[in-house]
T-cell receptor, first 111, second 114 residues
């Protein structure tokens, strides 16, 4: 069954605004990853956060993890039109080999 | 570019055809993956190879046949496909097989089965 579920399904903002996407999951995890996918292309890895970490930053990206609530959020600050893409969270669900992806959040940043 | 290439980028095939998808990674990774991405569905893992050995087959129908001759190359052989197999097929690699590694994806092959 689907492990990670992103919310909202779609988000439309103006350039310069911040975008927040959430991911909820059902079972315990060792780590959680966020990926970006531009339309019809492959996924690009953004950040991996381990279960003993609460927050990680990478440039304009900030990821938080709350294992007690089984949720994670991805914040993109000062968004740009080039940030328009689908964003996916992926969890291991305690498994060794398998990453399970959610359906994604489609972010549209309007110029 | 992520260091993972896929060919062809687009493929249209009839249900009786046989075709192959090719993936190559230039990252020195030991693990390679095939995923299927259909509209409005989560990315589905199909196969995992680690050091050329298959470690995961996610209940994929036998009309999809993977081949991994070495750690840098991965093929997906297709035969007698169904229209519902139309999707974006993504290849990925990682340093080793495992959900604790970040995965590097190719651009995908857009497959249409007519």
């Amino acid at each position: 069954s689907q492990q990670g579920e992103e919310d909202p399904q779609a988000l439309s903002i103006q350039e310069g605004e911040n975008a927040t996407m959430n991911c909820s999951y059902k079972t315990s995890i060792n780590n959680l990853q966020w990926y970006r996918q531009n339309s019809g292309r492959g996924l690009v890895h953004l950040i991996l956060i381990r279960s003993n970490e609460r927050e990680k930053h990478s440039g304009r990206l900030r990821v938080t993890l709350d294992t007690s609530k089984k949720s994670s959020s991805l914040l993109i600050t000062a968004s740009r039109a080039a940030d328009t893409a689908s964003y996916f969270c992926a969890t291991d669900g305690g498994s060794n080999y398998k990453l399970t992806f959610g359906k994604g959040t489609l972010l549209t940043v309007n110029p | 570019e992520t260091g993972v290439t896929q060919t062809p980028r687009h493929l249209v095939m009839g249900m009786t055809n046989k075709k192959s998808l090719k993936c190559e990674q230039h990252l020195g990774h030991n693990a390679m993956y095939w995923y299927k991405q259909s509209a409005k569905k989560p990315l589905e893992l199909m196969f995992v190879y680690n050091f050329k050995e298959q470690t995961e087959n996610n209940s994929v129908p036998s009309r999809f046949s993977p081949e991994c001759p070495n750690s840098s190359h991965l093929f997906l052989h297709l035969h007698t496909l169904q229209p519902e197999d139309s999707a974006l097929y993504l290849c990925a690699s990682s340093p080793n097989a495992g959900a604790s590694y970040e995965q590097y994806f190719g651009p995908g092959t857009r497959l249409t089965v007519t």
